[in-house]
């Protein structure tokens, strides 16, 4: 009985997909950008719309300074990191899904290697968990007569996310030589925050060409330009640190002074010090202002952290501003506490402290919040013995001072 519902269903939903279209489930994956070239345009065709910018590039970073040894396994495994080849994509009659980003061809197939979603991250294993390849109706298109350039990334409007997965695809346009930024109609970007504009400004990019996207953008234009992404999530590359520092850095407040930076979680929901005033008190007696990054302009945050001589945070989206540190910085990350044979993901700001040449230095936390169903989420607290003995440490060579004074209000 069941089988002869389904064979009577089968005609209708065919049909009803026919009328869809596009706007239907999807017909396959490309699982690279060059699959779909190489499969659809001559080899004089793919020349001028498939523009290579980085080779991939197998890098060794060197381990933390400071490392507990219950992380030491943890690191060792993601010491050795493949930078993936960098491109840019001209796709004609292509479309863009969604606030993540996520590109799709004229014959409505997804481009996996562009199209990143947290829960995949770039895993062609995972390909049937893409948003992409879950929805069986698509929202209406809206069709664009120019050249739309792809900005937004998966998490987008998270600072760090924004900051080394969205700006650094400006940096691979400009090296592709298929236009300027002067030459494109519109930019689809991550909506939210204010850093998303302030930054965009700074590159000469104006908020009146861009397309801040959401779960329901469907965009399809004449010509999509695919800058690829900068690398595997996470991981940022040297190159896109360069370019970062290069273009946006000459736009900071000047404070004039050096710093020894305590980040504050700020008015986070999550990760929350517990003993985080325990903290900032040592910390006072060294020299350390604690500052909340996300309560100042994109342009007060470079400045401050352009004469850190040392930062201390807790593992979150503002230590993306290391970004912005002189070579040679130290670095102190609380790490949240890890659990053994689960999946170890705090190492993004260890990447990205290499690629910029800083000191990096981590501590795990003691305690873990046991109400949270992720490591991700959870509380923590840190041992103030353990950072007293961190900063009194021969090698650093820091003695307490009382060279600033303990409030944030001295940094302005």
Excluded at 13 to 19: E, H, Q, S, V
Excluded at 98 to 125: A, E, I
Excluded at 135 to 151: A, D, H, K, M, Y
Excluded at 305 to 331: D, M, Q, R
Aim: hydrophobic share 35%; with cysteine.
């Amino acid at each position: 009985m069941l089988n002869g519902i389904r064979s009577r269903l089968r005609p209708v939903a065919r049909k009803f997909l026919r009328i869809l279209g596009n706007r239907g489930p999807l017909r396959g994956v490309y699982r690279t950008s060059k699959e779909y070239f190489s499969q659809s345009m001559t080899p004089g065709e793919r020349s001028s719309d498939y523009v290579d910018i980085f080779l991939a590039e197998s890098i060794r970073r060197p381990m933390p300074t400071t490392l507990p040894d219950s992380l030491t396994p943890e690191f060792v495994h993601l010491q050795d990191h493949l930078n993936t080849e960098c491109f840019v994509a001209r796709v004609r009659n292509g479309r863009v899904l969604s606030d993540r980003g996520t590109v799709l061809t004229p014959d409505h197939k997804l481009l996996f290697d562009v199209s990143n979603q947290m829960s995949v991250r770039r895993d062609f294993s995972k390909v049937h968990l893409h948003q992409a390849n879950r929805r069986n109706v698509f929202p209406p298109i809206q069709s664009i007569e120019g050249t739309v350039v792809v900005l937004a990334v998966a998490a987008g409007g998270n600072y760090f996310h924004w900051l080394t997965e969205a700006l650094p695809r400006i940096c691979l346009l400009e090296k592709s030589g298929l236009g300027s930024l002067s030459d494109v109609d519109s930019f689809v970007i991550n909506s939210g925050p204010p850093f998303i504009a302030e930054s965009l400004e700074i590159l000469g990019i104006e908020t009146g060409r861009c397309i801040a996207a959401d779960w329901n953008t469907h965009i399809e234009a004449r010509e999509l330009w695919v800058p690829s992404l900068p690398g595997v999530t996470l991981n940022p590359p040297a190159w896109a640190c360069e370019f970062l520092r290069e273009r946006l850095l000459p736009h900071r407040t000047v404070s004039g002074k050096g710093r020894r930076l305590y980040i504050r979680r700020g008015q986070t929901t999550r990760r929350f010090v517990r003993n985080e005033e325990e903290i900032v008190s040592l910390l006072e007696d060294f020299g350390f202002v604690s500052i909340d990054p996300g309560a100042h302009s994109l342009k007060d945050q470079m400045g401050m952290f352009a004469e850190a001589e040392i930062v201390i945070g807790s593992h979150g989206a503002a230590l993306a501003n290391l970004l912005w540190c002189k070579p040679g910085t130290k670095v102190l990350e609380l790490l949240p506490h890890h659990q053994k044979g689960e999946w170890f993901w705090p190492y993004c700001y260890w990447a990205l402290s290499d690629s910029c040449g800083l000191e990096y230095h981590c501590m795990e936390s003691i305690k873990t919040d046991s109400g949270q169903e992720k490591e991700l989420y959870a509380d923590q607290e840190f041992s103030p013995e353990k950072i007293r003995h961190w900063l009194e440490s021969a090698e650093l060579g820091i003695e307490p001072s009382r060279v600033f004074g303990k409030s944030e209000d001295r940094l302005i």
